[in-house]
């Protein structure tokens, strides 16, 4: 029952996040050819980006507020490497969770990568 009344709780707060970061960027579904790995290590699938931010979806539990080094790999336009702090956190369905990250740190050839990827993703649709 308390992992039901947090479940209910993460996700109130997620669409109040998703929401506020609706109107500040659009946001973008990449489909399964792009991924982002933490620490050179884990691998996971994004359901969607945006210039602020990413929405990821990985089979454990994210901490809010913790920060860390991701890297997005898409096929074309060269990788983005980044810092981002998870904003949002929650079991979707087993065995999935989905999290939000919010892009902290970016380098100008980073954010000229990610730049390329919205709009390629933007002329898509």
Known sequence: MEESLRDSEGRSHILKTEQTD????????????YRVSFE??????IKDI???????????????????????????????????????SFRQEMPNYEAGLKFIEFS?????SLEKIINNLAAKL
């Open 108 to 112: 100008n050839a980073s954010k000229r």
């Open 40 to 45: 050179n290590t884990n691998t996971v699938r």
């Open 50 to 88: 945006s210039f602020g931010g990413v929405c990821l979806v990985s089979q454990k539990e994210m901490d809010i507020n913790s920060i860390h080094e991701i890297k997005i790999s898409p096929p074309m336009n060269g990788e983005i490497k980044t810092k981002s702090l998870v904003v949002w």
């Open 22 to 33: 609706r109107r500040e960027h659009k946001r973008y579904r990449p489909g399964n050819k």
